[in-house]
């Protein structure tokens, strides 16, 4: 699963920090996310999704075999 979430915290011009405050996780989780070594539950995904104001499938894609 690839991910858009750096992109759109720069948008946003908020930190790995500010979101994970926002959506109460880990700045760890929020860098495992971005990194591609964690994918996050729907719940998460579609809290993170909501902090950009985007739909879950603009910030999140699957890529081939997931």
Do not use: W
């Amino acid at each position: 699963m690839t991910n858009r979430i750096r992109i759109e915290r720069a948008i946003l011009n908020i930190t790995q920090a500010d979101l994970a405050e926002r959506v109460q996780v880990s700045r760890q989780t929020i860098n495992a996310i971005e990194a591609g070594k964690y994918s996050p539950t729907l719940a998460l995904g579609m809290k993170i999704a909501r902090v950009f104001d985007k739909p879950v499938d603009e910030v999140f894609q699957l890529e081939e075999g997931d």
